[in-house]
């Protein structure tokens, strides 16, 4: 789960720097899901958007942890595997 997110954020932030000749501005967010720290980067967004974009990377991994979380008894793993 954390490789795609990078890998989201890593695509995100060279398709927001290319073509730029000034400076992109840096957007940073951290959280910790599933017990692991994320770090999200993006280069080259007005900070509205940026915001945005947290949220919906942050709904999302919420969601992912909601499915295959194995501390969250509701899980659909936790209830494969009891």
Known sequence: ??????RLASSVCI??????GRTPSTERDAFVAMSVPIQVTLVGV???????AFAAVRAEVERLEALLSDYRPESNVSRQSS
């Not at 007005?46 to 945005?52: E, L, T, V």
């Open 46 to 52: 007005r900070p509205d958007s940026a915001r945005a």
């Open 1 to 6: 789960m954390g490789r795609r997110i990078h």
């Open 15 to 20: 398709l927001a720097a290319a073509g730029c």
